[in-house]
């Protein structure tokens, strides 16, 4: 099947043989979004840009990698407009809260769940990030996207089975995905299909990891690595997704 634009990305993935392609778009679209709030292009001096970052902030995940991407004035501005917006907000819900303003009893009994205002908008901060939501604008479009490919292109099929799987988070998302996007007897093949190259892919993690604790063995000092060397931030992924033994992410020179 020739690509189109759309399915690029997910090519890309599968054939960088990564323990998760999932994973694999994930992490370039996280280091796109970094290097577009706070790279070169200085996005965070537009203000179409300023407003959403002001609206969503940024999960702690995130402030920790911008910090660490190292543009300390663009992140400052992103900082001193984000505070304005967040202090106008938060003296609104203390108005609602404040006992002399309203019948809420702030002292009393704690308030039942969506009863204080002010909890409820810092829960909603606390689960707020611009990084984040731009991959969840993207996620369901590489989940529709692979599953068409599935169905449909017999050489990325073929790579899917041949690869080493996906993380657990990401395969749920694709069960998930595939109990809406395929056919009863689709589904089926499909759950046939990944039983046997997740299982299998988990049991060469699995040998990798023993082989590993093998190698501490002073009887093993001098036998072959084989393909443990980097089996615990693989085991890490594949468990729970991510890149464990990433390097701190920093503009490219």
Not at 3 to 28: H, M, S, W
Not at 60 to 87: C, E, P, V
Request: glycine share 4%; proline share 4%; net charge negative.
């Amino acid at each position: 099947m020739k690509e189109k634009l759309y399915t690029i990305p997910l090519n890309e993935a599968v054939d960088a043989q990564d323990e998760c392609p999932i994973c694999f778009i994930e992490r370039k679209l996280e280091q796109d979004t970094i290097d577009f709030v706070l790279g070169n292009s200085s996005s965070y001096m537009e203000s179409d840009v300023r407003a959403d970052t002001d609206e969503a902030g940024f999960c702690r995940k995130h402030f920790q990698k911008m910090y660490d991407y190292g543009n300390s004035l663009g992140n400052a501005w992103i900082l001193k407009t984000h505070y304005r917006k967040k202090i106008d907000e938060m003296k609104a819900k203390f108005e609602q809260v404040s006992p002399s303003k309203s019948s809420f009893k702030l002292f009393k009994k704690p308030a039942a769940e969506g009863e204080n205002p002010l909890v409820d908008w810092i829960h909603r901060e606390n689960e707020s990030c611009y990084i984040c939501n731009r991959f969840k604008d993207t996620y369901d479009r590489y989940m529709d996207t692979f599953f068409y490919l599935y169905r449909e292109d017999s050489v990325f099929h073929d790579k899917i089975l041949n690869s080493k799987g996906f993380c657990l988070t990401h395969f749920g998302d694709l069960c998930e995905a595939a109990d809406k996007y395929l056919k009863p007897g689709e589904r089926d093949q499909f759950y046939k299909e990944m039983e046997t190259l997740m299982t299998d892919n988990m049991e060469r993690i699995y040998d990798d990891v023993s082989w590993f604790i093998e190698k501490y063995d002073y009887r093993n000092r001098d036998a072959d690595w084989k393909n443990s060397r980097d089996a615990i931030q693989r085991g890490m992924q594949n468990m729970k997704g991510g890149y464990p033994a990433d390097p701190i992410y920093r503009p490219q020179k």
